[in-house]
């Protein structure tokens, strides 16, 4: 009768994974048949959760100044006092964190913006100016290259100019206004997402050790406890790299700005302080980051003197090189801890590959592999009993047991070198 059973459940195994890859075929089939539909269940679950996910990524970026106030600014006050201070250290905390993120943007925001509308509205002002010296420059090619252009016969009619663009926005008035309105809707809603997500990342903030209890528990609860703890182990160590990869990237931003600063200062280029702060804040989206902000300020910079604007151009092609290929891998090596070659080949191959986002997620990603490989290499030579962990007495990082390991090989090797040699001088 058990063998009975036990063929009967086997069967119905059987029959089971029969049915999962008949409907698993189906659906396929209904998501290629209809991917306008499915694309668009996606499109509406990606906006249904924009919210959590900024608030996710906020949380991420104010968890670095919390646990800097919570362990470095009141630590020792944390040990000594008892539970009243511990109900207030995070709120305290908290509010201190999210004063310092805003405070920097209102900073950033004051030197900026009031210096971009002041270069604005003295342009406007000189623009009769500038198109008087345009002229002049335009007649000055001509007769040099002794052109067959008759300049006085080139005038512009300012009123057909005028009833050109009437017509234009007759002709075109529902559409200009049905654009205005999206662009003004997209405003909204993201200024909502945003107030949501920051509203979202201070509860998480609030309660993150709760949230990681119950995370745990889900997975022990799911998972064998040996796997359960690599998973874990594998998610503190993503957390650690993704960490130091947003702490290198803002120390690396702070020096391109500074070094922009100070070479604008000594080539007397205008607009120093909001140029480099415009450099700064741009440097955080990758490669094409360093495109817009030279854009932005050569045109600041044209708007003063077109000559120094092309010198401009030049001296900022060389910063970022210079960035690029020695600053960048070194600082976001040491904060990852990766070696700068491989974050240089992170850097080329993720974005070959996919874009912005594989130059984003393509450190830390190499980081973790980094590190995991390291773990695996130490693993096997346990196994095979050329390396012991007890060969590092004051450090536990992977790479300084290997190293120690292959300065011991290369030590009995040398020995077996010189012991060889030894033995054929004395048989000569």
């Given at each position: 009768m058990k063998k009975f059973n036990k063929k009967l459940s086997s069967d119905n195994l059987h029959y089971l994974k029969i049915l999962g890859i008949v409907l698993a075929a189906i659906l396929f089939y209904a998501i290629i048949s209809n991917l306008s539909i499915f694309f668009g269940g996606l499109s509406f679950i990606w906006n249904v959760f924009i919210p959590v996910t900024l608030g996710l990524c906020i949380a991420f970026v104010l968890n670095m100044p919390l646990r800097f106030f919570e362990n470095r600014v009141f630590g020792k006050l944390t040990r000594a006092n008892g539970k009243v201070w511990s109900k207030l250290k995070r709120p305290l905390c908290l509010t201190l964190s999210t004063l310092t993120i805003l405070s920097l943007l209102v900073l950033l925001?004051?030197?900026?913006?009031?210096?971009?509308?002041?270069?604005?509205?003295?342009?406007?002002?000189?623009?009769?100016?500038?198109?008087?010296?345009?002229?002049?420059?335009?007649?000055?090619?001509?007769?040099?290259?002794?052109?067959?252009?008759?300049?006085?016969?080139?005038?512009?009619?300012?009123?057909?100019?005028?009833?050109?663009?009437?017509?234009?926005?007759?002709?075109?008035?529902?559409?200009?206004?049905?654009?205005?309105?999206?662009?003004?809707?997209?405003?909204?809603?993201?200024?909502?997402?945003?107030?949501?997500?920051?509203?979202?990342s201070i509860y998480i903030l609030a309660s993150k050790e709760k949230l990681g209890k119950l995370a745990k528990s889900v997975l022990y609860s799911v998972m064998k406890r040996d796997k359960a703890r690599k998973f874990i182990s594998v998610i503190v160590l993503s957390n650690k790299a993704f960490t130091?990869?947003?702490?290198?990237?803002?120390?690396?931003?702070?020096?391109?700005?500074?070094?922009?600063?100070?070479?604008?200062?000594?080539?007397?280029?205008?607009h120093a302080l909001m140029v480099s702060c415009i450099i700064a804040v741009t440097a955080f989206i990758p490669i094409f980051g360093g495109i817009i902000g030279a854009m932005i300020g050569a045109f600041l910079i044209?708007?003063?003197?077109?000559?120094?604007?092309?010198?401009?151009?030049?001296?900022?092609?060389?910063?970022?090189?210079?960035?690029?290929h020695i600053i960048y891998p070194r600082m976001m090596g040491k904060h990852v801890s990766l070696p700068g070659i491989w974050v240089l080949l992170a850097v080329t191959v993720g974005g070959g590959l996919f874009g912005v986002p594989g130059i984003?997620?393509?450190?830390?990603?190499?980081?973790?592999?980094?590190?995991?490989?390291?773990?695996?290499i130490i693993k096997r030579l346990e196994e095979r009993n050329i390396c012991h962990r007890s060969m590092s007495h004051?450090?536990?990082?992977?790479?300084?047991?290997?190293?120690?390991?292959?300065?011991?090989?290369?030590?009995?090797?040398?020995?077996?070198?010189?012991?060889?040699?030894?033995?054929?001088?004395?048989?000569e």
């Open positions: 925001l004051s030197f900026v913006i009031p210096q971009f509308i002041a270069t604005c509205a003295d342009f406007f002002l000189k623009l009769p100016e500038y198109m008087e010296h345009l002229s002049a420059t335009a007649r000055q090619f001509i007769i040099r290259f002794n052109l067959p252009i008759d300049l006085n016969a080139v005038t512009v009619d300012w009123n057909m100019v005028s009833a050109w663009a009437l017509q234009l926005f007759d002709a075109n008035g529902q559409t200009i206004t049905q654009s205005a309105i999206e662009i003004i809707s997209g405003l909204v809603n993201g200024i909502v997402n945003i107030v949501l997500g920051f509203v979202i130091g990869f947003v702490a290198g990237q803002c120390v690396e931003v702070g020096i391109i700005g500074v070094l922009c600063f100070i070479g604008m200062l000594i080539f007397r280029f205008p044209l708007l003063v003197n077109p000559s120094k604007a092309v010198w401009f151009l030049i001296f900022i092609i060389i910063l970022q090189q210079l960035e690029s984003i997620i393509s450190v830390p990603l190499c980081s973790v592999l980094h590190t995991l490989l390291e773990q695996w004051d450090s536990s990082e992977p790479n300084s047991i290997i190293n120690e390991m292959l300065d011991e090989i290369e030590a009995e090797e040398n020995e077996g070198a010189s012991s060889a040699n030894a033995d054929e001088a004395q048989g």
